[in-house]
């Protein structure tokens, strides 16, 4: 529910030159509500360090037909 109601405060702006980031993404589900909430006129970039959150969120992205959309990568937000 956390999810829902930051989308809903913090909603996605116009499309823009570049993609929204959500950083520390884990598993993917605040990135997924998102691209659920604009419609899929969003790319979005979820980060996170951890490898096997991002296979799952991954996975949770293909199963919601979003993978093109929505792209994961493996970094360290404080490096």
């Known amino acids: 529910r956390w999810r829902d109601r930051a989308a809903r405060l ?14 520390c993404t884990g598993t993917g ?11 899929g006129a969003l790319s979005i970039v979820g980060a996170d360090f951890a490898h096997e959150m991002l296979v799952r969120a991954t ?3 293909d199963k919601a037909g979003a993978a093109e959309r ?8 404080q490096a």
């Open 29 to 39: 589900d605040l990135a997924l509500t998102y691209d659920r909430d604009a419609k």
């Open 59 to 61: 996975q949770k992205a």
């Open 10 to 23: 913090v909603p996605p702006g116009p499309a823009s030159d570049g993609p929204m980031l959500d950083l």
């Open 70 to 77: 929505v792209k994961f990568v493996e970094c360290d937000a």
